[in-house]
């Protein structure tokens, strides 16, 4: 079975970085969709960035900032954030689907299968 763990959250300062990693177990990560997802209190699960064969998503309020990467051998996803923002706190989520998606399916929650059980992202000022 298909099981994803993130871990990389933390506390930082604005202006910050951290990277976040996502480690597939039950399948290879090439086989898969992945994209990054993130939940403020009392909010939606919003699209943050996402990675399907050659196509990329990232939100606006993330891009220049934001990368998606991944590491074949180590089956691992990463999102790295630079220039960290106070409101880009929030628990992070890493996700996968073994559906092909468009861009726009790429964005939504219900395109994906599978979810890691979240990372905690601080940002302070």
């Known amino acids: 079975q298909v099981q994803l763990v993130e871990a990389g959250g933390g506390l930082v300062q604005a202006g910050g970085s951290l990277r976040l990693s996502c480690v597939v177990s039950?399948?290879?990560?090439?086989?898969?969709?992945m994209g990054w997802f993130r939940q403020a209190p009392g909010e939606g699960r919003e699209g943050v960035a996402a990675?399907?064969?050659?196509?990329?998503y990232y939100a606006d309020s993330v891009k220049g900032r934001f990368t998606i990467s991944r590491d074949n051998a180590k089956n691992t996803v990463y999102l790295q954030m630079n220039d960290l923002k106070p409101e880009d706190t929030a628990v992070y989520y890493c996700?996968?689907?073994?559906?092909?998606?468009?861009?726009?399916?790429?964005?939504?929650?219900?395109?994906?299968?599978?979810w890691g059980q979240g990372t905690q992202v601080t940002v302070s000022s």
């Open positions: 996700a996968a689907s073994a559906r092909g998606l468009s861009i726009g399916a790429m964005v939504q929650p219900s395109s994906y299968e599978y």
């Open positions: 039950g399948s290879t990560v090439s086989s898969y969709a």
């Open positions: 990675w399907s064969g050659i196509r990329m």
